[in-house]
């Protein structure tokens, strides 16, 4: 069974006098435990595709289903629960809030979604543990480097156990050597996890690892 089926998805922007259709009728069913690499150049629909994908967005028209789940037709309310309990999203600029410290930062989905400060902080210093950044838990984004600001956004990402995680150019903003090391870990979490990653990337080294790789052209997919 497909873990996150689209049908015949559209996007448009503008209004009557000037329409820009970004997504032309997509059809694409990815697997559970799948890495997905999308891959296209810029303006070609990759971060709307996320934003859809992952319900910050609504579509002109078409449907996305996770499982039987029919998000669209969710109110924003449900909408919104759905989005915070099911799917973490890795953006290329890590929007960290700057007041906050990285485990602070980490702690918000699960505070969000009504957990307890104490299980909040217990398995967001233990994540960030996890990818190397105990001794970091105090500092605030400005006291980190892109690697360890990148790897904190990833740890906020995955803090609700979501089945799905939505990276938008998660390596973009790095060096060579730190981006190959956050993309390591993306896969390493789908790895130990089985959670399914969908990456849209320019690297086609990194989307080159991915179980699949998707070319976006002119507001659609194609395999290869």
Do not use: C, W
């Amino acid at each position: 069974m497909n873990f996150i089926t689209i049908k015949d998805l559209y996007k448009t922007y503008g209004n009557a006098h000037k329409r820009v259709e970004v997504l032309r009728g997509i059809d694409l069913a990815i697997k559970k435990g799948e890495t997905v690499a999308i891959v296209g150049a810029s303006g070609a629909g990759k971060s709307t595709l996320l934003n859809i994908l992952g319900a910050l967005d609504r579509p002109t028209t078409g449907e996305i289903l996770y499982g039987s789940e029919r998000i669209f037709n969710y109110d924003n309310k449900k909408l919104a629960a759905f989005r915070n309990r099911a799917i973490g999203f890795v953006f290329q600029f890590h929007h960290l809030l700057p007041e906050f410290t990285a485990l602070e930062n980490v702690m918000l989905p699960m505070l969000i979604g009504g957990s307890n400060r104490e299980e909040a902080k217990k398995r967001g210093s233990a994540l960030l543990g996890e990818v190397g950044l105990s001794g970091r838990l105090n500092h605030k984004p400005g006291e980190l480097s892109g690697g360890e600001q990148q790897r904190t956004a990833i740890v906020r990402s995955i803090m609700q156990m979501p089945e799905v995680v939505l990276a938008d150019e998660p390596t973009g903003n790095l060096d060579t050597r730190t981006g190959d090391e956050v993309f390591g870990l993306l896969l390493e979490l789908n790895r130990s996890r089985n959670t399914t990653m969908v990456i849209a990337t320019h690297n086609e080294k990194l989307a080159s690892k991915m179980s699949r790789r998707l070319m976006m052209a002119d507001g659609n997919i194609t395999e290869g």
